[in-house]
């Protein structure tokens, strides 16, 4: 998607239309499902954008400028337009899942900072890489409440700072998961810990309590 300029991108979920498709379309597979879905949505924007070139028609492009009939069209263009963006908050029902599935809405829906919470799952899930907040996957782990966790970083990190260990035990403590500390001894702040890891090249391991 030309407007997609972040990390990840939209995959549906729930398909209406096009369940099941032959499988020597390969790939494409998925990107006619989502055309198709985005059908309803596609057709009323057409239907907005000819409405509003009629209105530039009638009020620049005539010498016969009918007022009234460019004004009565552009309200239908304001009403679609605003019924698009309101349904499209509405994915419980029908109609409001084929108008989330409009790339333009779920670009305004991304900069709204709009998410979606429910018992059904949405039509479409944006999926992301997570180096976004925690590469790691701690914060996941988490969340699962496992009790040990076994972390493999392969970050570029030549000096040791340990910035992507630390950003991703700043995310979980601020989602109130879990707070951290020394096992040797939990007075010490975790900070030193990491510090003395850095200084001793020998030290090839750490352990953090939670």
């Known amino acids: 998607e030309v407007l997609n300029l972040t990390w990840g991108d939209y995959i549906t979920y729930e398909?209406?239309?096009?369940k099941t498709l032959p499988a020597w379309l390969g790939d494409w597979?998925?990107?006619i499902t989502r055309h198709v879905h985005q059908l309803p949505s596609t057709l009323l924007s057409v239907l907005a954008f000819v409405l509003l070139n009629n209105v530039w028609a009638?009020?620049?492009?005539?010498?016969?400028k009918d007022c009234g009939k460019a004004k009565f069209q552009m309200d239908i263009v304001c009403y679609i337009f605003a019924g698009m963006i309101a349904i499209s908050f509405f994915t419980t029902t029908k109609v409001g899942q084929f108008m989330a599935m409009s790339p333009l809405l779920r670009q305004l829906h991304q900069a709204m900072m709009y998410?979606?919470?429910?018992?059904?799952?949405?039509?479409?899930?944006?999926?992301?890489d997570g180096g976004v907040t925690d590469c790691t996957?701690?914060?996941?782990?988490?969340?699962?409440?496992r009790e040990r966790i076994l972390l493999v970083l392969a970050a570029s990190d030549p000096d040791d700072e340990l910035n992507v260990l630390r950003t991703a035990l700043r995310v979980a403590s601020q989602l109130r998961l879990a707070s951290f500390y020394d096992p040797q001894d939990p007075r010490r702040s975790i900070d030193m810990l990491f510090e003395e890891?850095?200084?001793d090249k020998e030290m090839k391991?750490?352990?953090?309590?939670?």
């Open 58 to 64: 009638i009020a620049f492009g005539s010498d016969d």
């Open 197 to 199: 890891f850095k200084e």
């Open 15 to 18: 398909h209406f239309f096009c």
């Open 115 to 128: 998410y979606y919470v429910g018992n059904r799952p949405p039509p479409m899930l944006y999926m992301t």
């Open 205 to 210: 391991t750490m352990r953090i309590g939670i």
């Open 29 to 31: 597979a998925e990107s």
């Open 137 to 145: 996957a701690i914060v996941q782990l988490l969340w699962r409440r």
